[in-house]
């Protein structure tokens, strides 16, 4: 019975490592903890590719299509070459007022939104691939159908 359940803990470790594999694939972070995206021929990983349909939920009515801007908010393609992931997590938990010669732009606080916090970091991948010139504007295509 014991040489059993040893064997059956040495594949649960297996799958276990396998599991977190595949999730890594999906949900890929760069070495200090940043989620970052995998594009291969104009496909995305799962996580870049929720990200674009969570901005493409809520974000793009102010954000524009392919997050390109508005004149309601600025393009954040341009928005994501100067800041990081850490001021990106900071203006859409608390928003943002800023001052123009057009008058105020107000980005609103989504820190209690589920739809957009439980997604944040996909969104950030989605963003930041299309910050890079690594995504194409449209719908991507995920990685593996």
Known sequence: MKRRLGLLTGMLTAGTVVCFAALAEDKPVTADGVPTY???DGQVDRGTYNGYR???ATCHTCHGFDASGSSFAPSLTDSLKRIGYDEFKE????GRQNQGATGDRVMPSFGLDPNIMEHLDDIYRYLKARADGALPGGRPQRLGG
């Not at 203006?91 to 608390?94: A, S």
Request: proline share 0%; net charge positive; hydrophobic share 60%.
């Open 38 to 40: 995998i594009v291969k």
């Open 54 to 56: 969570r901005f493409h």
């Open 91 to 94: 203006v859409v938990v608390n």
